[in-house]
Structures are given as structure tokens and as C-alpha cells.
């Protein structure tokens, strides 16, 4: 909480903010070599995905956090992008192309598939718009699994191998880059290249929140009626919130597919959807830093409890009694139920959420609805 | 009274409702109303519970498609059931039952009634430039004065739902006023407040007319709207029964035995 606090406290100190912003830019340049020096890579890799769930998280909230329309199938665009990716630069079609070429493709194939989605769930709320974007999502997914036939797109449930890996012409972040003498591997290229997307996916969200756009959603989460009252055109600021997280899910994608080397229909189930969604919730929905946080953390939780579940056990017990694996998903279970329990405006609301779940209400607005 | 309704007759026209009906499956909520709004006068539109004045107010503001007639505004045909036109076209509203933006500071609420007259788009708001640096600005700028016009400057940062009943009436207000209406129309605006209240509400609403807009007025306190109105129509079972200055419509046989529910004679 203290921790917090000092952030909020750093809104309004300008120089010290300035110093935390190039404290934090030399921590999270250096970050990688420490990761990988004194821990191994596999926990870099597991940083470079929680800068992924991170930009999908992002992206989710603006349909979720600010313009309240609950979004079951999210990962539905995430698989749009990595499927793009996958059919244009791989052995699949021989197509090579690059990266600079994809990312804005599949930010847009998912932005228009995201206005696919929004158009006939326009006058839907709530628990009604969650069955629908939990069928679309499965639909993508089961497409994705039966493309193989007559014409082999998707190559089916057996997925798409021979990814090339993310590259710029000749320059590809599968080999160690060798750069004024310096040597950057290929997991700390890859970092670098997903923590750039992410904060110009931070910068975006921050800049559309505090915009006459962000505002009309937030109005349209509050009160559609109202909000239509005052001059909003609910339909396209709707299908804007839906085109533009789900163009952020896209390029989290694209990312995705190029940095795994392998894409099938099994990486979008519904359950990657739900833990997206858990990341804005449980982060604190519709704050930026909250919803960061919550990307981080979930991403890193289950992975703790994979590698700590079994050395704690054998110091305890002297000998493994539960399958670390099995355990993993129970302990992860428990967490959200304490957050939720005791936190449930979130783990970092916003300033505004967390009175609203502190009761100061009058509920003068409830009455009479 | 009279010196007032005299003037009203020579000013143009504003709101021209011809022939408007609505009905909901077999009941018929409005039938064949016509009226029409003078620019600059305070119009108020009065009658029992349930005699159709909301549902006007709805078909007026494009939330309901009306049956049959048409609306006239500033000499233009309004499109059926696109509020957001309506918004655009200059007519602000306020709700019966407060609708704000409960989660959002009352500053916040009034930046979005700025919404209408206002353009920045996503591009805008990522690049942030000069132009959409100084639209945000002057939205901010409005929204203060607003405030401060209706007396809840002091409560600008407050969530609206922690306002109290009457700072969340003036808060409606402020925020219909932010589209820079032609014609405010205030649904029973006076509704559950005191004497007090009332009465600073009164003077408000003078005001917002003394400084141009037209205002039309839903109210049941008739005190209020025979003192405050220029003209006043009152509705009976979805038909108008009568139009007129107030001491006249007070008089109105029709418009007692609506309100009393028989013949006094």
C-alpha cells in the first residue's frame, strides 16, 4: 500500500517523477541481463510474455475497463494476429514477409475483426455480450482448427511450424545481435522489442483515456442513455473500443507467433481468455498501472508456484506428496479467491474505483431506475 | 404576465410538434399532440401522472420512434430515435430520474455533455496536437464556467453519485447546458426537493433563459410552473387538452377536472 501511495504522490512531484521515469528506464534496459545472470532464461522468457499478456491485458480494458462491455472471447484477435503472422512469414505458404508489414496488418485484420464483432453486439450488455463473445471466440478457434479442408489454410488441429522467427531484412532476433561490439542474445532482443510495443501500447491507452474518446466510453459504461443525450454517436464510440483492444490483441499476436515459432488452435482456448480477463479484473479494471500490474503478476504466479510447489514440499515433507503441475493451477485458484475476497476493486484500482467500493455512495442514483 | 406573453407571440417560432403519437402495444401514450415552442420563452408541459408528458419528452429527444406526426426544430424536420442527432441538432435534456455519469467526477460529467460540439477523434487524442491540446483545454474551461453557473463549483472533483440530490439536479443541468442548447428541456426538475430548493431552481432556470435558451419545463409543482412559464400545455391521456398563459390555463374547466378528476360545478 505504502508503495502505492508514493506513486500517486509521484503524479504530482514533477522532477521526482522524472527521475523515477529514468530510474525505471535503466532498470527495465538492465533487466535482462540480470534475469538471465543470476536466474536462467526460462524466466526471461517468461518476462518476455508478460510484456504480451501485459499489451493484451491493456487492450482488453479499454473494451472491459472503459467502455464496459464484457468481452468473453478476446483472445479470439490474439489468434487473428498470430494466425496472420504464421500464414505470411513461414515455410507454410513460402511467404516471408517482415515484421514491420505484419504488425500493422494484423493490427488492422484484428481491428476489423473486432468491428466484426462489435456490429451485431451493439444492443447487448453485460451477461448477454459475454455469450456472445464467448461463442465468437470459440468460432475463431474451431476455424482455425478446421481450415485445413478443401484448401489447407491453417493447417488444422497439428498447427503451423517453420515460423520464421521476428525479422527486420536480414536482421533476425533468432541469432545473437552483435551491436558496437556488444552482444545482445536472442531472448534480450526479443525483451527489448516487446517492451517497446508494450509502452507504445501503454502510451496510446494513456492518451485515449484521457481524451474526449475516453471519456465517451467511460460515459457509455456508466449510462448508455445519458451518454447518447449528450451527443454521442453510442454506436461507432462502441465499435471503436471493440476495433481499437482488439487491434492490441493483434499485434500481441503477431508478436506472439513470431517469438514461439509455432501456432496452433490450442494456444486460443477459452481459458487464455479468462486468465486476460482476470488480469484486468484482478489488476484493477480500467486503471492503467493496475491492469499492468495484474498482466504481470499473473503471468508470473502460475510460474512460481510450477517452480517453488516442489522444493518447498520436499523441505517440509522430505519428499514431493503433489504433483508440483497439479498443484500450480489449485494455489493459483486460491489467490484469486483471497484478492477477490480482499481486494475486490482490484489489487491497484483507480482512485475514483476504489470509492466506489468503499461505500461513500448516497445511492440517490440507484433509486427510481 | 400579459407584457410577457405578448412578446412571446411576435418571436419565431422554435419547436413545432405536429401530429405526434406513440403508443406502447394497445396503449396509447400520446395521441396526436401538436404544440409549438416560441424561441426565448419558458414553456412548461403539465398533467396528471401517467398523461404522456415523458413520453413526449422521449419522442422530442429521439430515445423512443414516434407512431405518426413529426417534429419541427428551427424549421428542420428532427430524425426519429437518433438521440445523438438530437443532442447535435441543440436539444439538451435532463431526466426524471437523474441519469449522471455516476463514476465520473461532476467535472468529468460536464466535459461530456461537451461531447456535440466538440471533434477530436482518436488520432487526435493519441498525436496531441496543438489543436486537440486546445480543444481539450476550452472543453475544461467551459465545464468550470458551467459549474460555477450553476453553484457546484466548490464540488467539481466530487464523484456525481456523492453529490447531493439538488447539486445532482444542477449537475444535469450543467451538463445538458455544455452542448450549448437551443432548447433545454428539464424533466421534472423540481421533483423531490424543498421550498429552498425549489426556489434557487426557479431562479436558475429564469436565468438560463435571460441568457438565451429556451427552455421547456415538465414539472408537476404547479406553483412553479404557473410563476415561471410563459406558456403552459397540459397533457391528459396522451391528448393536449389545453395551451395557454398560465392564469388562463388555471382557469381551464378541462385541465381542473383532469387534475381533480370530475366537474367542480
Redesign the interface.
Same mark, same amino acid.
Given at each position: 500500500m505504502a508503495l502505492l501511495n508514493s506513486f500517486e504522490a509521484l503524479r504530482h512531484d514533477k522532477r521526482g517523477a522524472i527521475a523515477a521515469t529514468v530510474m525505471l528506464g535503466i532498470l527495465l534496459a538492465i533487466f535482462p541481463f540480470v534475469i538471465s545472470s543470476t536466474f536462467s532464461n526460462s524466466w526471461l522468457r517468461i518476462a518476455d510474455f508478460a510484456m504480451l499478456y501485459i499489451m493484451l491485458a491493456l487492450g482488453l480494458n479499454i473494451v472491459v475497463g472503459f467502455a464496459g462491455l464484457l468481452d468473453m472471447g478476446y483472445i479470439a484477435f490474439y489468434a487473428v494476429g498470430a494466425y496472420l503472422y504464421a500464414l505470411l512469414s513461414s515455410t507454410h505458404f513460402g511467404l516471408h514477409f517482415p515484421i514491420w508489414v505484419i504488425i500493422p496488418a494484423g493490427a488492422a485484420l484484428a481491428g476489423l475483426f473486432g468491428a466484426l464483432l462489435g456490429a451485431p453486439t451493439l444492443r447487448l450488455r453485460g451477461d448477454y455480450l459475454a455469450i456472445v463473445t464467448l461463442g465468437f471466440g470459440e468460432i475463431v478457434r474451431i476455424f482455425m482448427n478446421n481450415l485445413n479442408a478443401p484448401i489447407n489454410i491453417t493447417n488444422g488441429p497439428q498447427g503451423i511450424t517453420g515460423i520464421d522467427p521476428i525479422h527486420f531484412g536480414n536482421l533476425s532476433l533468432a541469432k545473437p545481435l552483435t551491436f558496437l561490439g556488444f552482444t545482445i542474445p536472442s531472448l534480450h532482443a526479443y525483451y527489448y522489442l516487446f517492451l517497446a510495443l508494450a509502452l507504445f501500447i501503454i502510451f496510446?491507452t494513456i492518451?485515449?483515456e484521457? *481524451?474526449? #474518446?475516453?471519456?465517451?466510453w467511460?460515459?457509455i459504461r456508466?449510462?448508455e #442513455?445519458?451518454?447518447? *443525450?449528450?451527443? #454521442?454517436?453510442?454506436r461507432n464510440v462502441k465499435l471503436?473500443a471493440f476495433t481499437?483492444g482488439a487491434s492490441f490483441g493483434g499485434v500481441a499476436g503477431v508478436l506472439f507467433a513470431g517469438f514461439q515459432g509455432f501456432v496452433s488452435p490450442e494456444s486460443f482456448n477459452l481459458m487464455e481468455s479468462v486468465m486476460v480477463l482476470c488480469m484486468v479484473v484482478l489488476g484493477g479494471m480500467g486503471n492503467i498501472p493496475g491492469v499492468i500490474l495484474g498482466g504481470i503478476l499473473l503471468t508470473l504466479l502460475p510460474e512460481l508456484f510450477r517452480h517453488g510447489a516442489g522444493p518447498v514440499q520436499t523441505a517440509i515433507f522430505g519428499k514431493i506428496l503433489l504433483d508440483p503441475e497439479a498443484l500450480r493451477m489449485l494455489l493459483f485458484g486460491l489467490a484469486l479467491v483471497l484478492v477477490m475476497l480482499y481486494r475486490p476493486e482490484g489489487i491497484w484500482p483507480s482512485t475514483?474505483?476504489r470509492?466506489?467500493f468503499k461505500g461513500? *455512495?448516497?445511492?440517490?442514483?440507484k433509486?427510481?431506475? | 404576465m400579459s407584457a410577457r406573453s405578448s412578446t412571446s407571440a411576435t418571436r419565431a417560432t422554435l419547436l413545432d410538434a405536429r401530429g405526434v403519437a406513440k403508443h406502447f402495444g394497445g396503449v396509447k401514450a400520446l395521441a396526436n399532440v401538436s404544440l409549438t415552442i416560441k424561441q426565448g420563452e419558458i414553456y412548461g408541459l403539465i398533467g396528471p401522472n401517467g398523461a404522456g408528458k415523458t413520453t413526449f419528452f422521449n419522442v422530442l429527444?429521439?430515445?423512443y420512434h414516434p407512431d405518426g406526426g413529426a417534429i419541427y426544430f428551427a424549421g428542420e424536420k428532427l430524425e426519429a430515435s437518433t438521440?445523438?442527432k @438530437? &443532442?447535435?441538432r441543440g436539444i439538451?435534456?435532463t /431526466?426524471?430520474?437523474?441519469?449522471? /455519469?455516476?463514476?465520473? =467526477?461532476a467535472m468529468?460529467n460536464v466535459? @461530456?455533455?461537451r461531447? &456535440?460540439?466538440?471533434h &477530436?477523434? @482518436?488520432l487526435?487524442? @493519441?498525436l =496531441?496536437d496543438s489543436r486537440?491540446r486546445n480543444?481539450?483545454a476550452a472543453?475544461r474551461r467551459r465545464a468550470e464556467e458551467l459549474l460555477h453557473y450553476v453553484n457546484i463549483a466548490d464540488r467539481a472533483d466530487d464523484?456525481?453519485?456523492?453529490? =447531493?440530490?439538488g447539486d445532482?439536479r444542477r449537475l444535469e443541468i450543467a451538463?445538458a447546458l455544455?452542448?450549448d442548447p437551443k432548447l433545454l428541456a428539464l424533466d421534472e426538475p423540481a421533483a423531490g426537493m424543498n421550498g429552498t430548493e425549489t426556489e434557487s431552481l426557479r431562479q436558475l432556470i429564469e436565468g438560463i433563459r435571460n441568457d438565451g435558451t429556451t427552455v421547456l419545463l415538465i414539472e408537476h409543482d404547479v406553483k412553479l410552473v404557473m410563476g415561471l412559464c410563459d406558456r403552459v400545455a397540459v397533457l391528459d391521456y396522451g391528448e393536449k387538452i389545453c395551451e395557454d398563459i398560465p392564469s388562463i390555463v388555471q382557469k381551464d374547466p378541462k385541465v381542473i377536472e383532469a387534475y381533480l378528476g370530475g366537474s367542480l360545478a
Open positions: 496510446v492518451r485515449l484521457n *481524451s474526449r #474518446i475516453g471519456r465517451a467511460v460515459a456508466e449510462d #442513455i445519458a451518454a447518447k *443525450s449528450c451527443g #454521442i454517436n453510442t471503436l481499437m475514483t474505483r470509492r466506489e461513500e *455512495s448516497t445511492d440517490v442514483l433509486e427510481g431506475e | 429527444t429521439g430515445l438521440p445523438h @438530437v &443532442a447535435q439538451a435534456r /431526466f426524471q430520474n437523474i441519469r449522471l /455519469f455516476g463514476n465520473m =467526477s468529468e466535459m @461530456v455533455g461531447h &456535440a460540439r466538440t &477530436a477523434g @482518436v487526435g487524442a @493519441v =496531441s486537440t480543444e481539450e472543453i464523484l456525481a453519485r456523492n453529490l =447531493s440530490y445532482q451538463r455544455a452542448s
